[in-house]
């Protein structure tokens, strides 16, 4: 596998304020795993969302709240924190600070599939 520099690699815009680099994986899934660094403004959500496949959300600078299906309530979350979401399990986060929250996900798929859930929006 190649190095690869994060500040080479373009950004995909995701609605409603924040972006996406695609560090690890291409539009072929030619590899087993898919890595991405998301930077997500202040007010940004990702709604509520599943996947077909674990997910593992690690927070690299900023301040969120996070829920999880089957969990009360939300967590705060801040630099440090990773979050280990199970296969099919509902699960979202929001930007609370006034910068922007900066995480690196790595889903356990070729491809990054996911399922939204807006009647669930926490």
């Known amino acids: 596998m190649p190095i690869v520099d ?22 072929q899934g030619t590899t087993p795993i898919r890595l991405g ?12 969302h599943s996947h077909p496949y674990m997910e593992v959300v690690t927070v690299i600078e900023g301040t969120g709240e996070a829920w999880v299906e089957g969990q009360r ?28 929250l900066k995480t690196y996900g790595v889903h356990a798929s070729p491809e990054r599939l996911v399922d939204r859930y807006p009647e669930d929006e926490t």
């Open 73 to 100: 309530g939300v967590t705060a979350i801040g630099p440090g924190v990773t979050m280990v979401l199970p296969a099919g399990v509902k699960h979202g986060f929001r930007v609370t600070g006034a910068g922007p």
């Open 6 to 27: 994060v500040n080479k690699v373009p950004k995909q815009d995701f609605p409603g304020g924040a972006t996406y680099q695609t560090i690890v994986g291409d539009d």
């Open 37 to 48: 660094l998301q930077i997500s403004q202040p007010g940004y959500s990702t709604g509520t």
